[in-house]
């Protein structure tokens, strides 16, 4: 039987999927049931945790940390200098976008790994061509 493809996974992703009231809750719940290997970096840990802190509160930022802990078929890649240099070099090329550090690192390794679906709401991660789980 043949390996999975990679997926990369977005912060945006990881809220809809924890938050009901995201309008794509039901959408990504049904991903994570079942998930191909999946691929995201500490700077989406690091989003997601700060964006539960400052909606919520440290108890459902604990949680979130949690669940990334939990979730077996996610491996997390740190950026590093060639990493971010690569995002940097991204964020010029795409300079008329307001596109984050963390998206533009996520751009990059998408092409460098290879992977062509992206589990995101956010349109910025496909403008190198990278399917969108929502646009599927």
Same mark, same amino acid.
């Given at each position: 039987?043949? +390996?999975?493809?990679?997926?990369?996974?977005?912060?945006?992703?990881?809220?809809?999927?924890?938050?009901?009231?995201?309008?794509?809750?039901?959408? @990504?719940?049904? &991903?994570?049931?079942?998930?191909?290997?999946?691929?995201?970096?500490?700077?989406?840990?690091?989003?997601? !945790?700060?964006?539960?802190?400052?909606?919520?509160?440290?108890?459902?930022?604990?949680?979130? *940390?949690?669940?990334?802990?939990?979730? +077996?078929?996610? #491996?997390? $890649?740190? &950026?590093?200098? !060639?990493?971010?240099?690569?995002?940097?070099?991204?964020?010029? #090329? @795409?300079?008329?976008?307001?596109?984050? $550090?963390?998206?533009?690192?996520?751009?990059? *390794?998408? #092409?460098?790994? +290879?992977?062509?679906?992206?589990?995101?709401?956010?349109?910025?991660?496909?403008?190198?061509?990278?399917?969108?789980?929502?646009?599927?």
């Amino acid at each position: 039987m043949a +390996k999975s493809p990679e997926a990369y996974v977005d912060t945006s992703a990881l809220i809809a999927f924890l938050d009901r009231s995201d309008t794509h809750h039901a959408l @990504f719940r049904q &991903a994570f049931a079942q998930p191909p290997p999946l691929v995201t970096t500490s700077l989406v840990v690091g989003e997601g !945790q700060a964006w539960f802190l400052r909606r919520y509160d440290r108890t459902r930022a604990l949680q979130f *940390l949690s669940m990334i802990e939990d979730l +077996k078929p996610l #491996k997390i $890649l740190d &950026a590093g200098k !060639q990493e971010v240099a690569a995002a940097t070099t991204l964020l010029r #090329k @795409f300079s008329d976008q307001d596109m984050t $550090l963390t998206d533009a690192v996520g751009l990059y *390794l998408m #092409k460098a790994r +290879k992977i062509r679906l992206c589990w995101s709401t956010d349109f910025h991660l496909s403008l190198t061509g990278v399917t969108l789980l929502i646009d599927r």
